[in-house]
């Protein structure tokens, strides 16, 4: 089970890419398992040298009681010490954003892939259509020949 942000490579120019742990509480993890959750809004920020993730949305567990988690809570990611050193130097000397780029089980733990990115202006986002109009083009024309 992958959960994507299909936005991200759209509006951003992914740097570099980290693989980390995300802290998770309670019945989180069976929300994620059962696929409500929802990375699209969500971004990271390096705190006293810790890498959270705000705005990750992970629903409520149905079966869950009064102690169920709150659904848009930061959440602590999990990383080698020399990682967020380098992600700290990209994000304040070049102005980049950390931005997660998918959600997926590895070996039974939830992992998110966090892209060091910078932002696309419009003309950036209208050349990322075009080649995406002419790729389908492509494509369309391989299956009718």
């Known amino acids: 089970m992958e959960i994507l942000n299909r936005r991200a ?4 120019f992914v740097e570099e890419e980290y693989e980390a742990g995300i802290v998770l509480t309670g019945t989180e993890i069976k929300s994620v398992r059962n696929g409500h959750c929802n990375i699209k809004d969500s971004y990271g920020i390096v705190r006293n040298g810790e890498v959270f993730l705000l705005n990750m949305y992970i629903g409520a567990y149905k079966e869950g009681n009064i ?28 102005g980049l954003t950390l931005v997660p780029l998918k959600i997926y089980f590895k070996d039974n733990l939830l992992k998110v892939l966090l892209g060091v990115c910078r932002g696309k202006k419009t003309y950036d986002k209208r050349e ?18």
Do not use: C, G, P
Request: proline share 0%; net charge positive; hydrophobic share 25%.
């Open 67 to 94: 102690f169920n988690h709150n659904e848009t809570r930061s959440r602590k990611l999990l990383l080698h010490k020399k990682e967020i050193k380098k992600m700290t130097q990209a994000i304040e000397q070049q």
């Open 128 to 145: 990322t259509m075009k080649e995406r109009d002419i790729q389908r083009d492509v494509q369309k024309n391989i299956k009718n020949h």
């Open 9 to 12: 490579k759209f509006d951003y």
